[in-house]
């Protein structure tokens, strides 16, 4: 598994824990994860590309 260190969630103040969502590209859920106080999260996932849903915006990583 490979981190993916405490990327935003837009603003920090904006977005104080809330909740984001990691899909596969197929759809599949594999992770649900909650921000911090400050609006970051640390979230690690096996090598791949993934879509975060944070409430109505979208973001494509790939983790090597």
Do not use: C, M, W
């Not at 640390?42 to 975060?52: F, H, M, R």
Request: no cysteine; aromatic share 8%; hydrophobic share 30%.
């Amino acid at each position: 598994h490979r981190d993916l260190h405490s990327f935003p969630t837009r603003r920090s103040s904006d977005l104080p824990n809330t909740k984001l969502y990691a899909y596969t590209l197929e759809g599949k859920i594999v992770k649900k994860i909650s921000s911090d106080s400050q609006g970051t999260a640390n979230v690690s996932l096996p090598s791949g590309v993934y879509i975060i849903k944070v409430q109505e915006q979208q973001f494509k990583i790939s983790i090597k």
